[in-house]
């Protein structure tokens, strides 16, 4: 059952896309440094990029379990490690939607989202790996940085994430554009939480 929010935080606002799809990719200590990050926003930005690391580590893991010649020891090792990484999921997505408890007011009888916000960025995490798996970027500690700024994203460029390359096959394009779609989703989430249109559920 949904709780309300406590309602004795401040006020922070939720981070905006670029924000959050920087977080992904970026150390949060730097990108703090930003002027236009809130830093009451730290523990989301941080559990957002822990998450991503969670879903690459999970994305090996699994690649590991079907490579040719697994071993059945090799496959329960990785099943235990994808069950390891998915607790590790669970307890980020809670802190987030504790900060979410804590630091978000909301108007009493606005719409109820069906997510709540963690499980949101969690699946934004998981199709920013996929996308970055399909593109074949390299890891964040060694990839550059993508060019992100703020606004809605274009299905034809996309200003969050980059220009994909031009030789990437459908699959390819086909996840870059869905996660281009999520980011577009979330901006409409946080533009009707902060005008109290709607409200962030808390399991």
């Excluded at 922070?12 to 730097?30: C, G």
């Excluded at 995490?125 to 970055?132: D, F, G, N, R, Y």
């Excluded at 074949?136 to 500690?141: A, D, I, L």
């Excluded at 999520?182 to 962030?200: C, F, M, N, P, S």
Aim: proline content about 8%; charged content about 25%.
């Amino acid at each position: 059952m949904a709780t309300e929010y406590t309602g004795t935080g401040y006020g922070a606002e939720l981070p905006s896309p670029t924000m959050l799809l920087r977080a992904f990719r970026e150390p949060v200590p730097a990108l703090l440094s930003d002027p236009a990050a809130d830093p009451r926003t730290r523990e989301v930005l941080e559990a957002a990029h822990d998450l991503v690391q969670c879903h690459e580590r999970r994305h090996h893991t699994q690649e590991a379990a079907h490579a040719a010649g697994a071993t059945p020891r090799r496959v329960a090792d990785c099943i235990r490690t994808v069950e390891q990484i998915d607790a590790r999921r669970t307890d980020l997505v809670a802190r987030i939607d504790e900060w979410v408890a804590i630091n978000i007011p909301h108007r009493a009888g606005a719409s109820l989202h069906t997510e709540t916000l963690g499980a949101v960025i969690d699946r934004m995490a998981a199709k920013w790996v996929a996308a970055q798996q399909a593109l074949g970027f390299p890891p964040p500690e060694t990839a550059p940085r993508l060019k992100l700024t703020e606004g809605r994203v274009r299905r034809r460029s996309s200003p969050h994430l980059g220009e994909p390359p031009r030789h990437t096959d459908s699959e390819a394009h086909l996840q870059w554009y869905r996660l281009a779609e999520l980011a577009d989703g979330y901006k409409d989430l946080i533009t009707e939480v902060a005008q109290h249109r709607r409200r962030l559920p808390v399991w």
